[in-house]
């Protein structure tokens, strides 16, 4: 795999109404995400940059390990070589 690379997707990510506040709280110190929407359901719109594909897929898998995490599903990926 190319490490050259730059990397941005987006994602939903799901959790219990009432658990939403506290998700978004440990979102936050998650370098490259930014919670951009959200519903009353408990879904979160989560984008992510990463440097690489490996950072992205890890990155992925730490926010499936946050407590109160019910689910992590890729909606849009893009990479590119740096310039």
């Known amino acids: 795999m190319?490490?050259?690379i730059?990397?941005?997707?987006?994602?939903?990510?799901?959790?219990r109404p009432e658990?939403?506040?506290d998700l978004k709280s440990r979102l936050a110190s998650?370098?490259?995400a930014e919670v951009t929407s959200e519903d009353a359901s408990g879904k979160l719109v989560v984008v992510l940059e990463a440097d690489t594909?490996?950072?992205l897929a890890?990155?992925?898998?730490?926010?499936?390990?946050i407590p109160g995490v019910l689910g992590v599903n890729l909606v849009f990926h893009h990479s590119e070589k740096a310039n």
């Open 53 to 55: 594909d490996r950072q």
């Open 6 to 15: 730059g990397v941005i997707s987006s994602m939903i990510v799901q959790t």
């Open 2 to 4: 190319n490490e050259d």
């Open 58 to 65: 890890d990155t992925m898998q730490k926010i499936g390990e």
């Open 30 to 32: 998650v370098a490259g």
């Open 19 to 21: 658990q939403m506040d």
